[in-house]
């Protein structure tokens, strides 16, 4: 149980571009889900929280009009990095957690791999 | 804010067992947790400690001291697969995890 996938696992794109990344808890409803960056060799940085159907909460220094984050549902979150450029290249990783259980452990996607030429 | 310490890089003998230490800031604690990290994965849930003591789950056991902010991750019989990123995470007061920097276990053979 407690499983979380991301989709997709691998994108490149040009300059410019928007960027969509899905996250979905697969066998529970999440009532929250958070987003993480990781540069290579370096711990997760929390981007967002967001909670089914309201507003996401940005961590200072997340610019909430470049990361777009909708949680329209209690089992997909989105975030959608608009207008990317080189420096947004990152792992970018989902996380959930599961409301229904009377625990605060966070499972994680297998996280997307964002390469920004 | 609020510091989470652990070692940046351990060495350890397969079958053998290490152990890793994290200390963190007692102010607006709900908990300790322990992920696994393989190179360019995301990390996997290990164990999750609110209460002092010691919690076994097969090879691997944590152990949490509240009134001295520490922690340990304890990895016995060691295997080449465990060769990975340890981090330790610090539930606050508001619920959000506060990562520590990672440990990078080695295992040789």
């Known amino acids: 149980g407690a499983v979380v996938s991301q989709h997709p696992s691998r994108v490149i794109c040009k300059s410019g571009t928007s960027v969509k990344i899905e996250c979905r808890s697969l066998d529970f409803q999440a009532t929250t889900m958070f987003w993480y960056r990781q540069f290579p060799k370096q711990s997760l940085m929390l981007m967002a929280t967001?909670?089914?159907?309201?507003?996401?909460?940005?961590e200072q220094g997340v610019e909430k009009d470049k990361f777009l984050i909708n949680h329209a549902s209690l089992t997909l979150s989105t975030l959608t990095v608009t207008s990317a450029h080189p420096e947004d290249s990152s792992f970018y990783i989902c996380s959930a957690r599961d409301g229904s259980r009377d625990s605060e452990t966070q499972y994680f996607g297998p996280g997307t791999r964002l390469l920004v030429l | 804010g609020q510091n989470i310490d652990q070692p940046t890089e351990m060495t350890a003998t397969e079958g053998a067992i290490v152990q890793i230490n994290c200390t963190y800031q007692t102010s607006g604690f709900n908990g300790l947790f322990w992920y696994q990290q393989h190179a360019g994965e995301a990390p996997t849930f290990l164990s999750y400690?609110?209460l002092d003591g010691l919690e076994e789950k097969g090879r691997f056991s944590s152990f949490l001291s509240r009134s001295k902010g520490y922690s340990y991750l304890l990895l016995k019989e060691l295997q080449m697969k465990d060769s990975a990123s340890y981090l330790c995470a610090q539930m606050d007061s508001n619920y959000q995890l506060i990562w520590g920097a990672g440990t990078k276990l080695i295992i040789k053979p």
């Open positions: 400690n609110v």
């Open positions: 967001s909670n089914e159907g309201s507003k996401a909460t940005y």
